[in-house]
């Protein structure tokens, strides 16, 4: 059974950096692409940033003007987003999703999906 759960939300001023962890079970995880995605609520699920098998490639939503970095280690089964200079506007609930296609941004592409966790930036 496939798992993936995510970790290190919580409450952080404007300006603040949080680091989101994803650790991933029941899936040869080297084999997947790593995404991480964030909705919040009356909105769809916005896609943040996409990281390669290896790590050696990654996208990222132009919205995040460089404030976020996905890193992934593959000896861990785990993927990270550290966010920086963090704005009331990235509140949400994030995702970690994994799918076969690489550089993908849409919900559909993605084939397992977390729980999610939250994200609140106090102004």
């Known amino acids: 059974q496939v798992q993936l759960v995510e970790s290190g939300g919580g409450l952080v001023q404007a300006g603040g950096s949080l680091r989101l962890s994803c650790a991933a079970s029941?899936?040869?995880?080297?084999?997947?692409?790593m995404g991480w995605f964030r909705q919040t609520p009356g909105k769809g699920r916005e896609f943040v940033a996409t990281?390669?098998?290896?790590?050696?490639?990654?996208y990222y939503s132009d919205s995040l003007k460089g404030r976020f970095i996905i890193s992934r280690d593959n000896a861990k089964d785990a993927v990270y987003l550290q966010m920086n200079s963090l704005e009331s506007e990235d509140t949400a609930v994030y995702y970690c999703a994994a799918g076969k296609l690489f550089g993908r941004r849409s919900y559909g592409d993605y084939d397992y999906w977390g729980q999610g966790t939250q994200v609140t930036v106090s102004s």
């Open positions: 029941g899936l040869t995880f080297s084999a997947y692409n």
């Open positions: 990281i390669s098998r290896s790590g050696g490639s990654a």
